[in-house]
Each structure stands twice: as structure tokens, then as C-alpha cells.
């Protein structure tokens, strides 16, 4: 099979991506795959349209696009005018086939296109990662845990279960001492 990005080499990579239910996948040479990994590993948004390495992310997420919301360069369905951003002026059909959105204002521009499309691939359409902390004690406190896992993980893999069972102790003491604060 030849590569579906430079059509050129053998493919010998099979790059599969799963968006909801659905599961694309696209097969790439050696080369190509290591130019999309690179950008993907390293600068993904600073990286799209720049370069080849560039120009396979944007075709990847555009793959990926395509196959969420059902649009395409060749299934394109001609409704009306295109909606545009009214910051940045970045067109809908801009965003489906580039994969990234042009202001913070696109959010609102778009959130009836954006919204299926973001509960498809997160299971939700707010926002639910980490909250950011309160104060610099917290701050304090949570690398102080982390840290303390990290160590129990260390004890753990080197087979130290008394040194784990005293960290874990101690990781649970500070849980039960934060939760103490916070009634």
C-alpha cells in the first residue's frame, strides 16, 4: 500500500485514532509518520500549516474533522454562507479543514457546530480538568504529594513495602488533614 500523505513510499505505519465511536485510520510511510510524530510530540498547535511536518498534522486533523462532522472537501454541503468569527474572521469551512480555530471568540461563533463535536470526543462540552489553586500553601501541598507518590511508586517497583506503607500512611494523614480544612 503506498503512503497515504506523500504518496510516493510504502506505507508501513498505520496511524489509528479513535473520535467517539467512530475509528479513523491512515497509513503512512516510515518518513511521513516520523515527521507527524515529531510535530505531535513537540509544538501540535504552533506546528499545523508549517512545513511538511505541518502540512500531515493539518491533513490528520482535517481526516479527523472530516469524519466527526461529516465535512469534507468532497462532501462539502453548500448551505448558505459560511459563518465567520466576528474577531478574527475565521470562516466555519476555515476551521473544519484546518482543525484549528483562529480566537477564543470562535468558541461562541461556532458553538452550535462546536458543541456535538466536542461532546463526541470528550464526553462533555465544559470544561473538567484540574481547578487552579487558591493559594501558594496548596501549591505547596499538592508537590509535596506528588513527590510522596512518586517515592511510594519508587519504594513499590524496588519491592521497599515498609518504606511504601509509611509513605502511604503518610499521603493519607495529609488527605485527611485537608479535608479537615476545608469544613
Known amino acids: 500500500m503506498i503512503c497515504e500523505?506523500?504518496?510516493e513510499r510504502e506505507a508501513t505505519c498505520l496511524v489509528s485514532v479513535m473520535v467517539g465511536e467512530k475509528q479513523?485510520?491512515?497509513?503512512?510511510?516510515?518518513?511521513?509518520f516520523t515527521k507527524m510524530h515529531g510535530v505531535l510530540g513537540q509544538t501540535l498547535p504552533g506546528a499545523i500549516g508549517i512545513g511538511v511536518s505541518g502540512r500531515t498534522v493539518t491533513n490528520l486533523l482535517s481526516?479527523?474533522?472530516s469524519a466527526i462532522t461529516g465535512v469534507g472537501e468532497e462532501n462539502k454541503k453548500e448551505e448558505?454562507?459560511?459563518?465567520?468569527?466576528?474577531?478574527?474572521?475565521?470562516s466555519?469551512?476555515?476551521?473544519q479543514k484546518s482543525g484549528h480555530l483562529g480566537c477564543p471568540e470562535c468558541y461562541q461563533a461556532f458553538r452550535e457546530e462546536l458543541q456535538p463535536m466536542l461532546?463526541?470526543?470528550?464526553?462533555?462540552?465544559?470544561?473538567a480538568g484540574r481547578q487552579p489553586l487558591i493559594s501558594e500553601?496548596?501549591?505547596?501541598?499538592r508537590s509535596m504529594r506528588e513527590?510522596?507518590?512518586r517515592q511510594m511508586e519508587e519504594a513499590i517497583r524496588i519491592e521497599d513495602f515498609e518504606t511504601a506503607a509509611r509513605i502511604r500512611d503518610q499521603l493519607k494523614a495529609m488527605a485527611e488533614e485537608a479535608a479537615e480544612c476545608r469544613t
Do not use: W, Y
Open 80 to 90: 448558505g454562507p459560511d459563518k465567520i468569527c466576528p474577531r478574527c474572521s475565521m
Open 147 to 149: 513527590e510522596l507518590t
Open 137 to 141: 500553601e496548596e501549591q505547596k501541598a
Open 63 to 65: 481526516s479527523i474533522l
Open 24 to 32: 479513523i485510520k491512515k497509513h503512512l510511510c516510515s518518513e511521513c
Open 92 to 95: 466555519l469551512h476555515a476551521f
Open 119 to 127: 461532546l463526541q470526543i470528550h464526553g462533555r462540552v465544559q470544561h
Open 5 to 7: 500523505e506523500c504518496n
